[in-house]
């Protein structure tokens, strides 16, 4: 080897020339050296594996030099003293070298949160360590870094496999440190817990623990870590007691482990008060959660968004002990931190009340609705520098039915923040929604172009396949749908958009295909099966059709088409009696639809002649429409709202009150306007109490309201 090309070097220092020994020997039998330096090794390098970097011969230090003289890539130096220790080098060959860059580059941008960058770094490294061998740790990592970062983003459905394929690897690899295997273990029981899926995650919880306990001993901050998850995910299964008492040992470890103002103490914290929570102790769970509070505020400051959570769970634990000022106090809180808000704190409280009044000055389209409107705009870019707020205000106002203003928001929102992702994505919705495909399309292309998560780029692109579809351009339509179906395997909307496609292109036995896909993605599905059983139809599969369109009933009894396609089928195999059963069903589905809709008319009809009495000044009569409109209509929730919106503007409190109580009572509505209209009711009325009780049930509902909004 030339000395003066560079090469890169791994080290691993032991205390004794013995040791050192038996980890060479163990790296030879075919140990990970990495592994080994990472656990084993005295060196600070051992938090890189050992790794040192990249450094020609010539300028390496004298014991160095003569350890790898006349050693070629890949080799192992014997054993040499290195000051009071003893160390084994290893030279890394050129593959190695290129792995180790890319997946170095990668994690910085884990770190930098860099995530796309980071997805692209660990696929290239993990094509690097595909030569060498199927069965190498190296691969393993590979998949395992490239499965974290999909998970980071939310995308489980990748990351499982991934994490699957690297523990196999890893398990069977001769002489592997079981520490990795246990890391493996907690990855991919994280990645199911996620998904909500606690009863595979348990076991490997807790095999992972085990190893850590056996292995590093019971105090170590690993076992904590395993016993914190793994009572997760009992709590999750409602296994209180353990769940409690794991919480309990972990806190005792890292307290003793990492000191007691420490992120992980907190975290901790907070899960103990979660379970005391749900076992109904509410006293004991509230020092705790205020303990986690202070501590995130100490080493965070008071506005930083991590106190979220810490906010909420102190809302959650005042409201359900009644004390509903302090509720109302931490949840507006929470709202503040969670925005960002630019202003001094306490200003985006009385946005979001306005936005709540706003909303109810249109339900009655009060004259006053334009003025208010503008400062409302005005107000809600002044308070919040964060793009997702606006998305979230402006897909409330579009779920009111005020598109207008929701897209004055957006578009708004949009020229301040351009390059948000989230604006793009939400007024490619709008505009795709209300039939403005082309600006759809522009918007879906933009949100595209930024960094944005693989969920949300599959979900643009299966859009984007409708759209052009919808617009008869197939083959951009195919080109959407294969692009999204590369993306995530295992999810059935774009299979089923390529099944609608080739059905269009009568390339029927490759749109069949494309529909058994997708009924195997979504065995609950109901549209794939129709979409088989219309196939079968057309090819004359009678048999198949009528399988299929049975299945599609099966999953949703109300699916008219289904019901009227399985009475066409049946009637073709000589099923006259069941075909005429089906048919009849199709029949009095679509009767009963029609009269849904018809009353839905006449419900409008009503709400909006009550709307242009009170315009026109007379209240009483719009009071007494709505009120024949509710006997007549009473699931028309949006007629009991007017009517307890014009009762309280009339100064009918006590009306009001009654008449939107009667709402969620009835199970009728339950959402943020209601509660703010109540709570000022109340306040009106100088009722202390249930007004406070419901200016803490309006925060919960903005709140949730507001990350519904959100896409994900």
């Known amino acids: 080897m030339p000395q003066a090309d560079p090469v890169g070097l791994r080290l691993l220092v032991s205390g004794t020339e013995e040791e050192a020994l038996e980890l060479r020997n163990r790296i030879e039998a075919g140990q990970s050296f990495e592994s080994l330096a990472r656990s084993r090794s005295l060196d600070p390098s051992a938090a890189a594996g050992g790794y040192l970097g990249r450094f ?3 300028d390496l230090r004298e014991e160095f030099r003569n350890a790898v003289r006349g050693l070629g890539p890949g080799a192992l130096s014997p054993v040499f003293q290195f000051g009071a220790d003893y160390a084994v080098l290893e ?16 994690m910085e941008d884990v770190r930098q949160r860099r995530y796309v960058e980071a997805t692209g770094r660990f696929q290239t490294a993990l094509e690097h360590a595909g030569q060498f061998g199927s069965e190498d740790p190296r691969l393993a990592t590979s998949l395992n870094d490239l499965a974290e970062v999909y998970r980071i983003q ?30 493996a273990l907690n990855n991919l029981a994280e990645a199911y817990r996620s998904e909500g899926n606690h009863v595979e995650a348990e076991p490997l919880y807790r095999r992972a623990l085990a190893i850590w306990e056996q292995d590093l001993g019971p105090d170590h901050a690993n076992v904590a870590t395993g016993l914190n998850n793994l009572a997760l995910a009992l709590h999750a299964e409602q296994q209180l007691e353990e769940a409690e008492s794991l919480f309990r040992r972990a806190l005792s470890i890292w307290e003793e482990s990492l000191g007691p103002a420490n992120p992980s103490v907190a975290a901790v914290l907070t899960n103990l008060a979660n379970v005391l929570r749900t076992r109904g102790a509410y006293t ?30 102190l809302g959650e634990l005042a409201w359900i002990q009644e004390d509903y000022a302090e509720a109302a106090l931490q949840y507006s809180r929470s709202l503040e931190t969670r925005w960002g808000t630019s202003s001094p704190p306490g200003q985006l409280t009385p946005v979001l009340e306005d936005l709540a009044d706003l909303v109810a000055l249109g339900l009655v389209h009060d004259a006053g609705f334009d003025n208010a409107f503008d400062l409302f705009v005005e107000n809600a870019h002044r308070v919040s520098p964060d793009p997702g707020l606006h998305v979230a205000i402006g897909g409330i106002l579009l779920s009111a039915g005020l598109a207008d203003e929701g897209e004055t928001i957006l578009g708004r929102a949009e020229q301040r923040f351009p390059g948000s992702w989230r604006l793009h994505f939400r007024l490619g919705e709008f505009y795709a929604d209300t039939g403005r495909f082309g600006l759809a399309l522009d918007e879906f292309g933009s949100a ?66 494309a529909f058994e896909g997708a009924a195997l993605m979504d065995p609950a599905g109901v549209e794939a099966h129709f979409g088989l059983a219309d196939l079968y139809m057309r090819l004359e599969r009678f048999d198949e059709a009528a399988a299929a369109a049975e299945t599609a009933v099966s999953r949703d009894p109300t699916h008219r088409r289904a019901h009227y396609l399985l009475g066409r089928v049946l009637g ?6 069941d075909a005429q059963l089906a048919l009849s069903e199709y029949a009095r589905l679509e009767s009963e639809e029609r009269a ?23 209240a009483n009569a719009a009071l007494e429409l709505l009120q024949g409109g509710i006997d007549a209509y009473p699931e028309a929730v949006r007629l009991h709202l007017a009517l307890g919106l014009i009762h309280i503007r009339q100064g009918q409190h006590r009306d009001g009150i009654e008449t939107l109580g009667g709402i969620v009572d009835a199970g009728l509505g339950d959402d943020s306007v209601v509660h703010r209209s109540l709570a000022g009711a109340y306040a009106r009325l100088g009722e202390t109490v249930p007004g406070a009780r419901h200016t803490a049930l309006f925060l919960q509902r903005i709140r949730r309201e507001l990350e519904a909004q959100l896409p994900r």
């Open 596 to 618: 849904r809709e018809n009353r839905v008319l006449e419900s409008v009809r009503v709400q909006t002649d009550a709307i242009q009495a009170l315009t026109d000044g007379d």
């Open 91 to 106: 030279i890394l060959g050129a593959a190695e070298e290129a792995w180790m860059r890319e997946r170095d580059a990668g």
């Open 154 to 183: 939310g995308d489980t459905a990748l990351a499982v496999p991934l994490y699957r394929q690297a523990l196999a690897i890893w398990e069977g690899a001769h002489g592997m440190d079981r520490l990795d295997i246990a890391t």
């Open 448 to 513: 595209l172009e930024s960094a944005i998560p693989p969920p949300i780029r599959y979900r643009i692109l299966v859009r984007m396949g409708d759209i052009h579809r919808e617009l008869d351009d197939l083959d951009a339509s195919l080109a959407d749908y294969r692009g999204a179906a590369e993306m995530a395997t295992d999810d059935a909307a774009a299979k089923f958009g390529l099944g609608l496609v080739y059905t269009r292109q009568d390339r029927l036995s490759e749109a069949v295909a």
């Open 56 to 58: 020609a011969i010539a």
């Open 572 to 577: 073709q195999i000589g099923r006259a009696d």
């Open 284 to 313: 004991d769970a509230e020092p705790l959660a205020r303990r986690s509070l202070a501590i995130m505020e100490q080493l965070l400051g008071p506005n930083h968004p991590e106190l979220v959570p810490n906010l909420d769970n």
